[in-house]
């Protein structure tokens, strides 16, 4: 998978992801998303929208990061979900958790 | 009864493949998108089980999944030949989760058919998963 960060205007940092989301993945995102959740960053959002598949261990990576940025009372939104992906937040009840949005513009707007 | 063998090791980088694999046989077999996400899905769940658990994350040990193509269904049987895990013990996550922990049963449970476990194979696990076939529309 490839894993891209930038940092965006008003201190916004985008996760940009590449590839499957699965048990052999998940934990390098883990490691990834851990250096910047450790930074006190205050608004994450991640770009989903060249993730076709995502698993239990992909989604668990993404509850971890929930429960963290939620600690602190600061920002997460998930973008661009595809089909399959948006499939299993939902059945996890998980779209109701998690603000999706449709697009960066909307997930910009979401955290502004 | 048409029946194929993938055979893979307890690698997770393997995952990947036996999806792409999977993946194939179940466009031939005429599967919806939507089905073929839930098969990838629960195969993949039940894969990633296999290595974690039966094998306890060592890699290098054989896992097989034997993909049966029958008239109205499809079955995936998952074997393994580590430590015997009995799933039906395992308890159901909380949803929404707060934690990742039991995800992967739940969603194996929830998107396919039946998810059955062969009691009687002397070593190792067997997990059967079966999807039945999309009506095709009249």
Known sequence: MKIQIKTQ?????????????????????RRQL????????????????????????????????????????RQLVLFSLMPAVRSVFEIAKLDSVF?????????????? | MVAKTLLLTSDAAQLKSLRSQLKLLLRNAGFTAKSQE??????????????RHSYGGESGHEIRVVVEDLKD??????????????LTQLRMPQLP?????GLGIYFMKTVVDKMEYNIHRPRGNELILTKYKDKKAA
Do not use: W
């Open chain 2, 73 to 86: 269904r499809m079955v995936f049987r998952i074997k393994d030949g580590g430590r015997k895990i009995d």
């Open chain 1, 99 to 112: 603000q999706l949005a449709r697009n960066e513009l909307e997930a910009m707007s979401f955290v502004s």
């Open chain 2, 97 to 101: 989760p707060e934690r990742g922990g």
């Open chain 1, 34 to 73: 851990t250096k910047i959740v450790d930074t006190e960053v205050r608004k994450i959002i991640v770009d989903l929208g060249k993730v076709p598949y995502i698993d239990s261990s992909g989604l668990a990576t993404f509850i971890e990061l929930f429960q963290k940025m939620r600690q602190g009372r």
């Open chain 1, 9 to 29: 205007e008003a201190g916004i940092h985008c996760v940009d992801l590449e590839g499957d989301l699965d048990f052999h993945t998940s934990p390098e995102l």
């Open chain 2, 38 to 51: 839930s098969i990838l899905l629960a195969v993949g769940e039940g894969v990633t089980n296999a290595i």
